[in-house]
């Protein structure tokens, strides 16, 4: 009996999300461990179904890097990487894209199919989704000197992109239909060149050209942490400046941080990084109270937390 009232204590906990998020898109970064475990695989698939068929529109953008890696040592290629971008010269973007949009992209697809839903794969070549033109490094400040004398020399990291633009009736055309699109991070250049883009970027910019509820990017850490290690759960992007500012937040935590920023100027509501490794964590995430990771928004209007 007890058992069957925490259940039922459940969905009615759930009830008030499904009705404010009904009809409303969230895009999901699909990556990290849970890309990998078979276990997890599983229940990410389950969590967008029923994310689907209690009336929202989920959007997935998939990583690969540990699926490229693989195949590129298996074909002796050589792989560096710069700033945390894969050096990406013509042959190793054959590879990016055969693992991206051929192997990691219809696997996803096949798995949601599996587990009741509608899912179609995309690049983003597919119906000129992703305009992309070349990624260009500049040295870090420490490295340039004095610009005024020396101008930043760029670093080509070869077929590397960002997104210019995207073409979103593309992917609404499939919400309208009751499908759920499944985006692999590849775009295409004016003169048709295939770039490999970061995925966090793309489910930023895809998020916003569709005006998203939510843009969620699972990732291999709990959320933010602040100074003591404990998970931050709500921060607006003024909180999350001064946590950079003071060294609290380092790393790979930033550039996440810089795309949820990006994300929320461009009319996205509120991003959550949360930790990918737990068992259904979308459905932790955005039908409890408490949540499980860190939510970031762009007004103040929560009380600033005491550990900022």
């Known amino acids: ?44 698939a389950l969590d967008i179904v029923l994310m689907k068929y209690v009336g929202l529109n989920p959007v997935v953008v998939h990583g690969g890097g540990p699926q490229i890696g693989e195949l590129l040592g298996q074909l002796s290629i050589e792989s560096s990487f710069v700033a945390g971008h894969r050096v990406t010269d013509e042959r190793t973007m054959d590879v990016v894209e055969m693992v991206l949009a051929g192997k990691v992209n219809k696997e996803i697809v096949a798995t949601i199919n599996q587990h009741g839903g509608q899912a179609v794969g995309l690049s983003g070549k597919d119906g000129h989704l992703i305009t992309a033109r070349k990624l260009r490094l500049k040295p870090s400040a420490d490295k340039q000197g004095d610009e005024s004398e020396n101008p930043p020399e760029i670093i080509d990291i070869g077929l590397v992109g960002e997104v210019v633009s995207i073409e979103s009736k593309v992917v609404t055309s499939l919400i309208d239909n009751q499908f759920i699109p499944v985006i692999a991070p590849v775009g295409v250049g004016k003169d048709n060149e295939t770039y490999n883009i970061n995925a966090d970027l793309v489910a930023g910019h895809v998020a916003s050209s569709l005006k998203a509820k939510k843009l969620i990017l699972l990732t291999d850490v709990e959320g933010v942490l602040d100074n003591d290690g404990h998970l931050v759960s709500s921060l607006t992007m003024e909180d999350a400046n001064r946590m950079i500012a003071r060294g609290v937040i380092r790393e790979g935590m930033i550039p996440k941080l810089q795309c949820s920023f990006e994300a929320l100027k461009g009319g996205v509501e509120k991003v959550h990084i949360i ?8 459905l932790l995430e955005i039908f409890t109270d408490e949540g499980i990771g860190t939510e970031i928004f762009d007004h103040q209007d929560e009380p600033e937390m005491s550990t900022l």
């Open 1 to 44: 009996m007890n058992k069957g009232l925490d259940r039922a204590r459940i969905l009615i906990e759930a009830l008030p999300y499904i009705r404010r998020f009904n009809r409303q898109t969230v895009v999901i970064k699909y990556g990290g461990h849970a890309m990998v475990d078979a276990r997890l695989k599983k229940g990410f």
């Open 275 to 282: 930790d990918g490794r737990k068992e259904h964590a979308l």
